[in-house]
């Protein structure tokens, strides 16, 4: 059975980095035919996403932060990583990892059908 | 960002209908790239409902419906029932900011 678990401190810095794995089992990311996104819900508000990554491919980003997130890849620990620089207030949300099966940008697509259950993020100083 | 948008909440009494809209605009919704909606409990991630417009996944009870017309899309909840009180969102495409895009959020309360 697919699951998606997130970890990652739940306090940083503002103007440091906000560093977050989603750990992947029931999957080989290295050769599954799925997308892994980020996604992020700020407090009280609606999701956004961040990024999504594909093995071997173009990894895609969300044009308003793409200045300041790296997705990348850990396959000894099939794991995804999300790194968003230069952290502010702004990015305090509970970020959760999901997969996807299209590229972004086809008009006809399968949701995001498997999340993780989400960890909270605080950037306070 | 929030650029599809969705009453802040809804309510009816067990058995009654509700539908929550989702307007979106011509470089989304209206352009013709599917929308998909979640239903989301208090601390848990979202739970797809609805998929491509109006398709249930296996599990999601058939008194929830979608529909489309345009711009907007619609999520109609018929017999309305205490399990069903949670957060909905929508979510699309936006060709215009080339991004995965989500609706503000609807909390549906039953009364």
């Known amino acids: 059975q697919l699951q998606l678990q997130e970890s990652g401190p739940g306090l940083v810095k503002p103007s440091e980095t906000l560093s977050l794995n989603c750990t992947v089992s029931g999957d080989s990311i290295s050769s599954s035919s799925y997308y892994w996104g980020w996604f992020r819900q700020p407090p009280g508000k609606g999701l956004e996403w961040i990024g999504s990554f594909y093995y071997s491919e173009t990894t895609y980003y969300s044009p308003s932060l793409r200045s300041r997130v790296t997705i990348s890849v850990d396959t000894s620990k099939n794991h995804i990583s999300l790194k968003l620089s230069s952290a502010a207030a702004a990015d305090t949300a509970v970020y959760y990892c999901?997969?996807?099966?299209?590229?972004?940008?086809?008009?006809?697509?399968?949701?995001?059908?498997?999340w993780g259950q989400g960890t909270t993020v605080i950037v306070s100083s | 960002q929030s650029v599809l948008t969705q009453p802040p909440s809804v309510s009816g009494a067990p058995g009654q209908r509700v539908t929550i809209s989702c307007t979106g605009s011509?470089?989304?919704?209206?352009?013709?790239?599917?929308v998909h909606w979640y239903q989301q409990l208090p601390g848990t991630a979202p739970k797809v409902f609805i998929y491509g417009d109006n398709n249930r996944p296996s599990g999601v009870p058939d008194r929830f419906s979608g529909s489309k017309s345009g711009a907007s899309v619609s999520l109609a909840i018929t017999g309305l029932q205490a399990e069903d009180e949670a957060d909905y969102f929508c979510q699309s495409y936006d060709r215009t900011l080339s991004a995965y895009v989500f609706g503000t959020g609807t909390k549906v309360t039953v009364l």
């Open positions: 999901a997969r996807h099966l299209e590229k972004p940008g086809n008009f006809h697509y399968y949701p995001m059908d498997v």
């Open positions: 011509s470089s989304n919704i209206g352009a013709g790239y599917d």
